[in-house]
DNA sequence: ATAAAACTTAAAGTTAACTTTAAGTCAAGG
DNA sequence: CCTTGACTTAAAGTTAACTTTAAGTTTTAT
């Protein structure tokens, strides 16, 4: 059970095949086992995509996901530039969650009142009153 | 001070001016007003731009945002296509929301506790644990 | 044993959302 | 008046993140 071809990844990890052989070529996924020259994997990686799809839906580019993974495994010392690029990701992931909450008040309140105009609601919204 | 060049509406809205142009030039900016073939800007579009942007970092391509105002701006009926879009996208923007969250959570415990990896420290916030 | 399905690599193609370039026109200061 | 900076269009270029294609190999099911 726990030896996985590419096409069984895939499918559990919700991906296609050819991301994971992008992901292997870009170094995002670590090269994996071969049997004949075919690709297995182990449940790890279902953890890994997983991880990495979290962090892309949060707004994160490959690039800052590949330095993300690479201090996780390093286990990084307390002063170090990862941990400098971690608070930093913090800060912005809030700033995400704010700007989310904002639209998702401005959506509600589009359906809700029937606004004739969106900077009406956004003045609406901005002032946090209601129609 | 209503009528804004181009240089300036830029300037206000924090985007470059090309993407102003490119803005007008798929629909998503309404054609401006020209003079001597230059355009100019009223305050309106500066809240237009603001809902643009607002809703880009919530996670809303371009032609969804297209889609959005055009809704906000003809005082749709209640049972139209646009209503069921607003509706699907506020439970995007809430399953954004949770995401975000979790990824916080995750690069919060990443932080405190130095875990040795991701995996550890996602099977601990999946549990609701801590180091 | 063989046919179909799943795998391989390398390279080219795709899409969104801009940005840059080229060649020119307009506007403001000295 | 003239130069310099800001504007114009149209078209080509860029970047991220994949996806598709082509040509071939391996595995699986009959």
Redesign the pocket.
């Known amino acids: 059970m726990s030896e996985l071809?590419?096409?069984?990844?895939?499918k559990q990890a919700q991906?296609?095949?050819?991301?994971?052989?992008?992901?292997?070529?870009?170094g995002?996924m670590p090269v994996?086992k071969?049997?004949?020259?075919?690709?297995r994997y182990s449940q790890e990686a279902i953890k890994r995509l997983s991880f990495?799809k979290l962090a892309?839906q949060a707004g994160?580019?490959?690039?800052?996901?590949k330095t993300l993974l690479e201090g996780f495994e390093l286990n990084v010392p307390p002063l170090s530039q990862w941990r400098l690029l971690v608070q930093q990701k913090l800060l912005e992931v809030e700033a995400t969650i704010v700007r989310a909450q904002q639209m998702k008040a401005l959506l509600e309140e589009g359906l809700r009142c029937g606004c004739l105009s969106y900077d009406q609601c956004y003045a609406l919204i901005a002032a946090g009153d209601h129609c």
Do not use: H, P
């Open positions: 071809t590419i096409g069984e990844l895939a991906v296609q095949s050819s991301t994971l052989r992008y992901y292997e070529s870009i995002l994996s071969r049997i004949n020259g075919q690709r990495i892309q994160f580019s490959i690039e800052e996901i």
